[in-house]
């Protein structure tokens, strides 16, 4: 299902405003707002990005994603 998704790029200290994305997950809405690969799992100083979505019920869901370390 393709939804629309505002992502937080916390990569930097910069304050930027949200980007807006239509996408089918939050890990694809990440790439393609800010061109990186992220998953769900991580620590916090690999955090990354905050995706938000707001369902069909009005309740506002938040995703946490992080770059992955190899």
Not at 4 to 16: A, S
Not at 33 to 60: E, F, H, I, T
Request: charged share 25%.
């Amino acid at each position: 299902m393709i939804v629309q998704y505002r992502v937080v790029d916390l990569t930097t200290d910069e304050i930027r405003p949200d980007i807006h994305v239509t996408s089918w997950c939050p890990e694809a809405a990440a790439e393609i707002a800010l061109g990186l690969k992220l998953v769900r799992s991580g620590n916090k100083p690999n955090l990354a990005a905050r995706v938000y979505c707001q369902g069909k019920d009005g309740m506002v869901s938040m995703v946490r994603l992080y770059r992955t370390v190899v």
